[in-house]
């Protein structure tokens, strides 16, 4: 959708209607909709900032430390509950709506809508995906990171207008949507803090002071064979699935976890020429950059694979390769690679310093009791995160076919 000039002759229907609207919606300029808000001299009221996906929030209450002359506030715009502004990070995560009265930078562009409607509507229409990708970066011109959209710069967008009561109905639903999400995203962190204070306690111990049964023990003694995986150029060398080696690289590598974020594959030649970098079960990966020192464990699909710039560690047969990968992923294992971390702007370790880790190894089979455990919670995670992915999917497809 295109910039626009006039409301006049332009109509579009949605792909998906609730029963009894059939009548076209229609396109307005922005500054036919929306009115720009420069309300100001309101120092006693709340200070808001902007939360990106959340709206607004007291600035108190925003978790930043952020500072501000109490005498600059009569400068601030008034904002009202339902409002929308334009930030400095609209261009890649939409509008935000104020969820309150009060006071924003004089930075932020507020708007008002003229036309009886629904805010929660607009909202949901301000994040989607074709507003934020197809209409506000691809209509104006010069956004980049860090820059405001100006009013002049958005009044001449094409926005929809339909009836009111047709609004609520979709703002209803995506108000339901979101509630749902959001309740699902508090299942999955409530799980991952549970399991946290679980691998805390079954990794406690003292610095210097095991249990009788518990040995601290370094990572190149359960792991003899530490290297690195293939750093240089690779491109040359990608290949089809029929033809090809699998390829591993860091963004496949989360905690726990090997994904395929990211699906290469690499020459037959290329990946014998690399033998030493072939993986075998139990092998465990570690990320060497970005961010570091998640790991996770080689299964049955990924034997046989090769890797780019990730550590590989082949378990010598006196530990579970499980139970080490849990132990490194913990908040005690990631203090550790922490020491060893090196770098500002891209963190790095080295094959040599994780070598020099220690691990606290019980007996076997305490091992393995301790990985199933933990493996258990992991699985549970992945199921619910699994069922917030498909929910965000959903909502995402039903405003794309509820808008136009």
């Known amino acids: ?3 626009v000039s006039s409301s006049s002759g332009l109509e579009k229907r949605p792909k998906l209607r609730f029963p009894g609207f059939d009548e076209p919606w229609s396109i307005y300029k922005a500054e036919e909709l929306f009115k720009n808000i420069t309300d100001k001299n309101h120092p006693t009221e709340t200070v808001l900032t902007i939360i990106q996906g959340k709206g607004t929030l007291p600035r108190e209450q925003a978790g930043r430390n952020i500072h501000y002359d109490d005498a600059s506030l009569a400068n601030y715009k008034k904002v009202e509950q339902g409002d ?12 935000e709506m104020a969820n309150e009265d009060g006071i924003v930078s004089p930075a932020y562009t507020i708007l008002r809508c003229k036309k009886p409607h629904s805010s929660l509507f607009y909202e949901a229409y301000f994040h989607t995906d074709e507003f934020i990708n197809h209409i506000l970066s691809k209509s104006v011109e010069g956004i980049r990171d860090g820059r405001q959209i100006s009013y002049e710069a958005f009044k001449w967008l094409g ?23 959001e309740k699902q995203q508090q299942m999955v962190d409530a ?54 080696v699998r390829y591993l690289q860091g963004t496949n590598i989360h905690t726990g976890k ?23 079960r139990d092998d465990i990966l570690v990320v060497q950059s970005g961010h570091v020192g998640e790991c996770a464990v080689v299964g049955k699909e990924y034997e046989g694979a090769n890797c780019h710039a990730l550590i590989i560690m082949s378990n010598g047969g006196n530990c579970v390769s499980d139970y080490v990968a849990q132990y490194i992923n913990s908040e005690t294992g990631n203090k550790q690679i922490a020491s060893i971390t090196t770098g500002n702007t891209i963190q790095h370790i080295l094959a040599s310093a994780i070598a020099k880790l220690t691990v606290p190894i019980p007996s076997f089979e305490k091992q393995k009791e301790v990985a199933h455990l933990l493996l258990l919670f992991d699985n549970r995670i992945a199921k619910e995160e699994r069922l917030l992915s498909k929910l965000e999917t959903e909502k995402k497809e039903l405003m794309r076919q509820l808008f136009i």
């Open 159 to 181: 926005l929809p207008y339909c009836n009111v009561s047709e609004q609520e109905k979709i703002a209803q639903l995506f108000c339901t949507f979101s509630h749902r999400i």
């Open 258 to 280: 090997i994904t395929n974020d990211t699906v290469y594959y690499v020459t037959e030649d290329f990946s014998a020429k690399h033998s030493k970098n072939i993986l075998k």
């Open 84 to 95: 929308f502004i334009i930030h400095l990070r609209s261009f890649e995560g939409g509008l």
């Open 1 to 3: 959708m295109a910039n």
């Open 191 to 244: 799980l991952k803090k549970y399991k946290r204070g679980v691998t805390r306690r079954l990794f406690s111990y003292e610095k210097g002071c095991c249990k009788a049964d518990v040995q601290m023990v370094s990572l190149s003694e359960l792991f003899p064979f530490i290297r690195n995986g293939f750093v240089g150029t690779v491109t040359p060398y990608f290949t089809d699935e029929e033809h090809g």
